[in-house]
């Protein structure tokens, strides 16, 4: 098993045996949107944030997030109302790739224990600076 997989496996263990409001444990990505823990930061308005992920799976590899969790920890806990929300993460996410890897990128969000996800707090990857094999999994 990867390490990524077994960190997924712990996440989702952690996130299943949280308070069961929704809201999930607390995540690295609270200590970054809180400033506990630092950044580096590619942008950020009202609604989103993206940083450099620490652990690049590409020449480029940036997560954008929601400031906000409002119990979005995975895609699959989305609320209708959500929907302009995921909506304007999406087009971050493209402005992004399209400003980082002109010659293209790829969108990834990992959704539960067997998506890999690893943080309960929905992201979505931004990952390109390289061509991109397929099948991705």
Same mark, same amino acid.
């Given at each position: 098993?990867?390490?990524?997989?077994?960190?997924?496996?712990?996440?989702?263990?952690?996130?299943?045996?949280?308070?069961?409001?929704?809201?999930?444990?607390?995540? =690295?990505?609270? $200590?970054?949107?809180? !400033?506990?823990?630092?950044?580096?930061?590619?942008? *950020? &308005?009202?609604? #989103?944030?993206?940083?450099?992920?620490?652990?690049?799976?590409?020449?480029?590899?940036?997560? =954008?997030?929601? $400031?906000?969790?409002? !119990?979005?920890?995975?895609?699959?806990?989305?609320? *209708? &109302?959500?929907? #302009?929300?995921?909506?304007?993460?999406?087009?971050?996410?493209?402005?992004?790739?399209?400003?980082?890897?002109?010659?293209?990128?790829?969108?990834?969000?990992?959704?539960?224990?067997?998506?890999?996800?690893?943080?309960?707090?929905?992201?979505?990857?931004?990952?390109?600076?390289?061509?991109?094999?397929?099948?991705?999994?």
């Amino acid at each position: 098993m990867s390490d990524e997989v077994e960190a997924a496996a712990a996440a989702a263990e952690a996130y299943q045996n949280s308070d069961k409001d929704g809201a999930g444990p607390s995540t =690295v990505f609270d $200590k970054i949107l809180s !400033g506990e823990w630092s950044s580096d930061k590619v942008y *950020e &308005d009202d609604e #989103a944030f993206a940083f450099r992920d620490i652990s690049p799976q590409a020449p480029t590899h940036i997560l =954008v997030i929601p $400031k906000k969790r409002d !119990g979005l920890t995975q895609l699959s806990n989305a609320r *209708e &109302d959500q929907k #302009a929300l995921l909506g304007h993460l999406i087009y971050v996410a493209q402005e992004i790739g399209a400003k980082e890897c002109p010659d293209g990128f790829r969108l990834v969000i990992n959704d539960g224990k067997d998506g890999a996800q690893s943080v309960y707090h929905l992201h979505i990857h931004v990952l390109g600076g390289k061509q991109m094999g397929w099948p991705p999994g």
